[in-house]
């Protein structure tokens, strides 16, 4: 919400309060004040000028040169604009002026002319060009003739102004208006609040005589207020009102639309107007459509709406959504003489349906779904009625026309004085908390130290005795509430266990590289399971967003693909993400799923890339293992983790995929994605991994032990050995581990050898092997023991055979 500080003055008092400091005192009270614009800031030398000649450029085609009056002399400017003509009153930045972005005006020589000036369109000025009326977007803008010269022109035009930019909640759509906003500076500042003066005559004519109001259904429309004015000349609104409008972000149109829109930022109750003679009709039905039915709106879309929408109709066809868009059939235009003003309260639900379902979100369908006041319904009414008198030489018919069975009544609440400090440790008194509610303009009765509260209807957002604390809390001041430790026995807080090691998992794949990523828990039905640990069947949402955001996922890996495959169309093409999140598995017999947490990251691209030393290392199987290995390290699960070759997961390589283990138990699998997919995405190799965290941080960790550093040394022996192709070379290590008994410390693999010089069918693998022992050195008659052992254990187990 846009709100003019100059135009808030003319509803409550601001007399030695500045704009920032307004700013200050309404944050303060609760509402956020996002920021403070002064529209003139920075820009100067701009005056209204009058042009008393215009010749075409004898050397240009495009350029007029201007003899242009500004009061106190004559100046001759060259102007482009193609509107700019004799007579017009406009806007001249003179020599030495300064316009937005410090551009400064000096004399120029344009195609052999001297300009002393430029005459200004409202762009060049600062003024958004979306907000421009029309007739003026591609040109210069031309001031009314009663202008004087000379004068300011930033103050004709309101930009010696400053806006204030509220950022409000939901909850308080009564400071969506002026007014509503008057009442909570009213209150902070402990002033009246002046409402704007309504009186207008009236002509003998009856309004109900001229249309007759019908609604079919109550509920979305209680009270429907119709006024008729004759006699309208349609033309542009007067200059104060058109700046208003542009400084709270409206584009002007005509005098009676912008009437409308007036109202609407100073009431905050939305108004239709309709052409009475383009209704067809001397009747206006409040209905719900009929599905299948079709309307053209203003912005000339036909729509097709359903019976969810509530219309405006002329007993025949409809003639606007409801508290959305009017339609083309009945919009007021430049041949204008008969007017019908509708106010209305419509349901928020309804008016919502219809915005979304439409795609048009406007300043009316954002209010009636918050909630406007019922209070200010016939006042609006009355209100633009007057001004069209006033600016549109319209005559007002007498009464109004209108369908009325609305039955809102303010609320009353009670609280007691003492509830009210105990909430908020403070301690005020009744007349203090009394002066609160008065200074809100609630009404309020004492029953001893019991509070009873009458909330008016325009602050909807107050229903229960909590709401009422809340506000002596925020106009008390929130600074003047005293500070309070709790009191009792207290333990200081700390992580879970798990929260912990959550926390731990995240600095270690960050550590390595990975990039967190929060991805979407909805997916479609083809790739809800696809990659998932566990075969269960996905979940449909009762109401989805869409087909493609209409399942829960049972894996993370499809949603991390698509932001690598996103990230790769745009030339981002070596990445490394991680997520931990939420998969959803169904339970049998269980209304809800289970919510299991897993880790996934997908990695593609170069891992390192030292370009100096001419190096490119890409991401491989054993990038992503290590980074598996270094977070088991981490969580103390190393010894319990092993690898198995996997070759029956879908969408993954064959050869480059194993399941991972713990204590013999699956849970979860790492590899490389089956290069179909990849081509599919287009993408390079690319190397994932999914497992449940669930399952890795709940796990039985032994303590830490610590070891003594050794203080003998150590023997090492390499054997080659010569197996089956198929062999596991995994299978063969824990062979060699349970042969070694105690002094076998360390075995690693660091050789594998299939070429022309091994027989068919065979391979060889070459281990390291650390024998030692903490208490003493050992002979090399204990250390061929043990090597014997492990030699016979794996000939026999594996039919290893030692390579020649």
Known sequence: MFVSYKWLQEYVDLSGI?????????????????GVEKKSEGLKGIVIGHVVEREPHPNADKLNVCQVDLGSETVQIVCGAPNVDK??????????????????????????????????????????SKLVAKEYATGIFVFPSDVEVGTDALLALGLDDEILELGLTP???????????????????????????ISTEEAAEKASDFINIKVDNAEDNPLYIAKVIKDVKIGPSPLWMQTRLMASGIRPHNNVVDITNYILLEYGQPLHAFDYDRLGSKEIVVRRAKDAEKIITLDEAERTLTAEHLVITNG?????????????????????????????????????????????????SARFEKGVDPARVRAAGERAAQLICEYAGGTVLAGTAEFDEMKMEPQVISITLDKINTLLGTSMTVSEVESIFTRLQFGVELD????????PTRRGDITIEADLVE???????????????????????????????????RSVLEGAGLNQAITYSLTSKEKAAQFAIENRESITLAMPMSEERSQLRLSIVPQLLEVLKYNNARSIDSLALYEIGAVFLKQDGEELPEEREHIAAAMTGLWESHLWQGEKK???????????????????????????????????????????????????????????????????????????????????????????????????????????????????KKVIIEAGGSLLKEVSIFDLYEGEHMEAGKKSLAYSLKYFD???????????????????????KSGAELRG
């Not at 606007?320 to 019908?340: C, F, L």
């Open 87 to 128: 007579g017009q009153k406009v806007a001249v930045a003179t020599v030495g002026a300064v316009l937005p972005g410090n551009f400064k005006i000096k004399k120029a020589k344009l195609r052999g002319e001297a300009s002393h000036g430029m005459i200004c369109s409202l762009k060049e000025l600062g003024i958004d």
């Open 448 to 455: 001893n130290e019991t509070f009873i509260v009458t909330v």
């Open 316 to 364: 025949t066809e409809p003639v606007a959504i409801a508290g959305v868009m009017g339609g083309a059939n009945s919009e007021v235009r430049q041949d204008t003489t008969t007017v019908i003003i509708e106010s209305a309260y419509f349901a928020g639900t309804v008016v919502r349906k219809a915005s979304k379902d439409h795609g048009l979100r406007s300043e009316a």
């Open 774 to 796: 903490p208490e003493r050195t050992l002979t090399d008659e204990e250390v061929t023991k043990a090597h014997e052992k492990v030699l016979t254990a794996v000939k026999e």
């Open 618 to 732: 890409p991401v491989d199987f054993f990038v992503a293992k290590g980074i598996l290995e270094a977070l088991f390290t981490e969580l103390g699960l190393n010894s319990q983790v092993e690898y198995r070759q996997a070759e029956t997961i879908a969408d993954m390589h064959p050869g480059r995929t194993a399941e991972i283990l713990l204590n013999g138990r699956v849970i979860g699998f790492i590899g490389q994605i089956h290069p179909t997919l990849q081509k599919e995405l287009d993408l390079k190799e690319t190397f994932i991994f999914e497992l449940s965290f669930k399952d890795a941080a709940q796990a039985n960790v032994a303590p830490i032990a610590y070891q003594v550093i050794p203080r003998f040394p150590s023997i090492s022996r390499d054997i080659a050995l010569v197996v089956d192709t198929n062999t596991v070379a995994g299978d063969i």
């Open 171 to 197: 909850n308080r759509s009564d400071a969506l208006s002026m007014l509503g906003v008057a009442y909570e500076v009213g209150a902070i500042l402990g002033r009246e609040v002046k409402w704007p003066g």
């Open 471 to 505: 506000e002596a809390a925020r106009l008390y001041g929130y600074d003047n509430i005293p500070a309070t430790l709790p009191i009792g026995e207290t333990a200081p807080g700390r992580l879970t266990d798990y929260q912990l090691k959550r926390r731990k998992t």
């Open 18 to 34: 500045s704009a920032d400091e307004l700013a200050e005192k309404i944050t303060k009270s609760g509402i956020e004040v996002e």
